[in-house]
């Protein structure tokens, strides 16, 4: 009896697969209702190689499959909706593979369930359907709502913008442009950070006195994705340039990226101003 146990085990442990060569899709959080560009990373483990994989595609969501060579793919269909895409490919023990494709996520839910098959040369399958925790987890996408906070941090954002101007601090000023920002001001334009500060910016806090600036009515919408959005603000200057003395108000729209780091920056400016009228 011991020795039948252990000759199934052996022949168990010869075809498996094992269970931590898991099916991915990235990225693992995005919105709902946007585009998003996917990646599945397959990888082979073990002793033979993956000769398909097939990606379900849950309900409320299409795709756009990336073109390439070195593998096909066909889509499976129910009636007008695709509900699978199947690579055929070689991915060799040790190596992996990434498949693109474009998604367009559920205008509802909290979640995007991705159940994988992963087929080898052999015949045999891992199956990536499973609950996360379990031997085989299918790769999950979460959908989170744009956050309030993202709107607050910008609004925040713009009052350290206000301080680091009043300052004349140029060196903080930089950390919040686009090193490649466009800068339309009126009827003239700046490309880039450098051109702006050596051109406009710099020369025109160094002749102010007594620097007075400030947004005020600030309007942000975050955009789907969460990695760029725009602002719009009423903002006022106040200072003495020579013999003038400076009172305007005026409109400023920002065109605003999010970084690798997290940071935002102005990627465009677009601003209009005249002297402020006398209370009434």
Not at 27 to 45: A, F, L, Q
């Amino acid at each position: 009896m011991t020795r039948l146990v252990l000759s199934a085990l052996a022949g168990l442990l010869v075809g498996a697969h094992p269970a931590w060569a898991h099916v991915t899709v990235a990225p693992r959080e995005s919105r709902p209702g946007i585009s998003e560009r996917y990646t599945v990373r397959v990888p082979t483990e073990g002793k033979v190689a993956t000769v398909e994989v097939e990606l379900e595609i849950p309900e409320g969501v299409t795709i756009s499959p990336q073109a390439s060579t070195g593998w096909t793919h066909t889509l499976k269909r129910t009636g007008d909706r695709a509900t699978s895409i199947v690579w055929t490919t070689d991915i060799k023990p040790g190596e992996f593979a990434e498949f693109g494709f474009i998604g367009r996520n559920p205008k509802t839910g909290e979640s995007i369930v991705w159940k994988a098959h992963q087929r080898y040369a052999d015949g045999t399958a891992s199956h990536w359907v499973g609950e996360p925790g379990t031997r085989s987890p299918a790769p999950i996408t979460t959908l989170a709502a744009a956050s309030q906070d993202d709107s607050a941090a910008v609004t925040a954002w713009l009052e350290t913008y206000d301080a680091a101007f009043n300052a004349k601090d140029l060196e903080k000023l930089a950390t919040f442009y686009h090193p490649d920002v466009t800068i339309y001001e009126g009827a003239g334009i700046n490309n880039g950070w450098a051109d702006y500060r050596d051109r406009h910016l710099g020369p025109e806090l160094k002749a102010f006195q007594n620097l007075q600036f400030t947004h005020a009515q600030t309007t942000v919408t975050v955009l789907p994705g969460g990695q760029a959005a725009y602002a719009t603000s009423r903002y006022t200057l106040k200072a003495k340039m020579g013999d003038r003395d400076i009172d305007s108000e005026g409109l400023a729209t920002y065109l605003l990226l999010k970084g690798a780091d997290g940071a935002w920056r102005i990627r465009h400016s677009h601003t209009s101003s005249r002297a402020r009228r006398p209370a009434a």
